[in-house]
C-alpha cells in the first residue's frame, strides 16, 4: 500500500510512495487516472477520482513503472535538464552560436512572410522558445535553442515572425504555418521531447 509522506501541496495533493516511486497523488473529479512525469526533475504526478482505493493506485503504478522509468530517464538526459545546470560560460557560448544563425533566417524568411523584425534579442528562458512583440516588431529568442538540432531555431524564428502577421495562436496563425512550414508541428514536437 502507498506509504503517505507528510507533505501537501496547495493542488489538493499528497506525496505518497508508490512501489517505491515518489508520486504527487492528485484527488479531484475525474472519471479515469492520468499519469504525468514533468520536468525539470521528472515529477511524477498521477491525478485520479476521490474515491480510488490504494490497491488501485498501487495496481496503476506498477503496471506503468516502466514507461514512468523511461520518462525520467528522456527528461534527466534532456537538453532541457542540461539547460537547468548550464554555467554562465554555458549560455554564453549558446548566445553566440543562436544570434549568428538567426540573422540569416530572419532574412531568408522576411520575404516569404512579408514581414520585417525591427529589433531581435537573445535570452536564457526557461518557459518560452520565443516572444514576439507585434507593435515594436521586436522578437526574442531563447538561447537554448543551441542545444536542439537547427530545424527546431528555424521553426522557433519563423513562429515568432508569423506573429507579425497573425497574434495568437488560434486557427489562422497554424494555417499561416503551415502554408509557409509544412512540417512545423514536427519541429514543434522535437522540442517538446
Request: charged fraction near 25%; aromatic fraction near 8%; glycine fraction near 4%.
Amino acid at each position: 500500500m502507498p506509504e503517505m509522506k507528510p507533505m501537501t501541496s496547495p493542488w489538493n495533493s499528497t506525496l505518497e510512495i508508490i512501489d517505491g516511486l515518489e508520486v504527487w497523488v492528485i484527488r479531484k473529479a475525474v472519471k479515469s487516472m492520468t499519469l504525468r512525469v514533468k520536468p525539470p526533475d521528472g515529477r511524477v504526478e498521477l491525478s485520479v477520482p476521490y474515491l480510488i482505493s490504494d490497491r488501485a493506485l498501487c495496481d496503476f503504478i506498477a503496471l506503468k513503472r516502466q514507461w514512468i522509468e523511461q520518462k525520467i530517464e528522456e527528461i534527466r538526459t534532456s537538453p532541457f535538464a542540461q539547460a537547468a545546470l548550464a554555467s554562465p560560460e554555458e549560455v554564453k557560448a549558446w548566445k553566440a552560436v543562436v544570434s549568428a544563425f538567426v540573422p540569416p533566417l530572419i532574412e531568408r524568411w522576411k520575404p516569404v512572410l512579408g514581414v520585417q523584425a525591427k529589433s531581435v534579442a537573445y535570452r536564457n528562458m526557461k518557459s518560452r522558445w520565443g516572444s514576439c512583440q507585434p507593435a515594436t516588431g521586436r522578437i526574442c529568442i531563447n538561447v537554448r535553442l543551441a542545444l536542439y538540432p537547427p530545424e527546431c531555431l528555424e521553426y522557433v524564428v519563423v513562429h515568432e515572425l508569423c506573429h507579425l502577421r497573425v497574434s495568437g495562436h488560434g486557427h489562422d496563425f497554424k494555417a499561416l504555418m503551415t502554408q509557409v512550414m509544412p512540417d512545423w508541428e514536427k519541429r514543434r514536437a522535437k522540442l517538446r521531447s
